[in-house]
């Protein structure tokens, strides 16, 4: 069993490296038309070198899994400016994906809980499919999109699951067919669970990326060895490793919020399930601390009797 980790957006080691700046509305109609929209170009070109620079700290430590930030670009989808972010960056997206196809690395972007198909509004759709069409774009131009994923979840249930469920596959059928097979569902930690989400991506051929922690804070009446063996089922198509999204409770009251690090008791049944059943995998750790929460996890985990650290960023079970 092989194991790669990664992690989300920001390398917390490095100096001044969000990849996340951004400019409200507000404050883009203070500065009018002509300095607001310098304002985005500057900020989506420190976004997107501190993304570079992230990178390239990724490759020195070996780490091969990360997922981009939603907030690349600021105002990407916003009604009232709608702007060009693809043509003035066109060479440094491109840098980019060179960079990330020549080592073989493996990106994805994860919108925020508001992109979903669940909805009741036409309106939540329509900005739904604008958001995803924003997201592969950026893919798109780094030209990788055909070896990524947009992470998404099933949305709401808005009291009435089974027909929130009937909602879903109506809306999605207005996302682009292109971007739809690029997309992943996970299962939440409230509502959506891995097997009701599981029911949802086998219908839609989608691959689930199963979230453990979420499973663990709203559980399925399946053992977890079924729903990891559907799990990896989802993902044939694609032909790649599963990704399975970890973290650990802050504490016992705020059990669904995620902790700094990554406890390592809390994740040891997933380990030996995986282990058992002989699958490797890809882990996005969802820690506070991100890349420093990795670090310290690969380090604890190649403690243990019988794992072997074989890079800066994965392991061999």
């Known amino acids: 069993m ?5 992690y989300v957006s920001t390398a917390l080691n490095l100096w001044e490296a969000s990849p996340s700046r951004t400019v409200t509305f507000k404050r883009y109609g203070q500065l009018g038309k002509e300095e607001g929209d310098r304002r985005l170009l500057e900020i989506t070109r420190e976004n997107i070198r501190n993304t570079l620079r992230i990178i390239h700290y990724n490759i020195a430590h070996e780490i091969e899994v990360y997922r981009f930030s939603s907030s690349l670009v600021p105002l990407a989808t916003h009604p009232e400016i709608m702007w060009d972010f693809i043509s003035p960056f066109k060479d440094e997206w491109k840098q980019l994906g060179s960079i990330i196809k020549d080592h073989n690395l493996r990106v994805s972007f994860h919108p925020s809980q508001y992109t979903l198909f669940t909805g009741v509004r036409e309106e939540l759709t329509v900005n739904s499919v604008k958001d995803m069409v924003y997201h592969y774009q950026m893919l798109e131009a780094m ?14 249930a808005y009291g009435d699951k ?30 959506y669970t891995a097997q009701e989400t599981l029911a949802v991506c086998e219908k839609e051929d989608i691959p689930l990326a199963f979230d453990y922690h979420h499973h663990m804070a709203n559980p399925s009446e399946m053992p977890l060895e079924d729903i990891l063996s559907r799990v990896y089922q989802t993902w044939e198509r694609t032909k790649r490793v599963p990704k399975i999204h970890i973290s650990s409770p802050k504490n016992e009251k705020d059990y669904r919020h995620h902790a700094d690090y990554v406890d390592l008791d809390f994740i040891m049944p997933l380990l030996k399930t995986l282990k058992e059943m002989d699958l490797d995998a890809d882990f996005m750790i969802e820690a506070k601390t991100k890349d420093k929460a990795l670090l310290q ?10 794992i072997k650290r074989i890079s800066g960023g994965s392991i061999k079970w």
């Open 2 to 6: 092989k194991i790669r980790f990664g």
């Open 162 to 191: 089974p027909t929130s469920i009937i909602r879903f596959h109506e809306n999605l059928n207005k996302l682009p067919v292109h971007i739809k097979k690029v997309m992943t569902l996970e299962n939440d930690d409230k509502t």
């Open 297 to 306: 996890l690969v380090e604890d985990v190649s403690k243990i009797r019988g």
């Open 143 to 156: 030209g990788v999109q055909h070896n990524s994923n947009i992470n998404i979840h099933v949305g709401g």
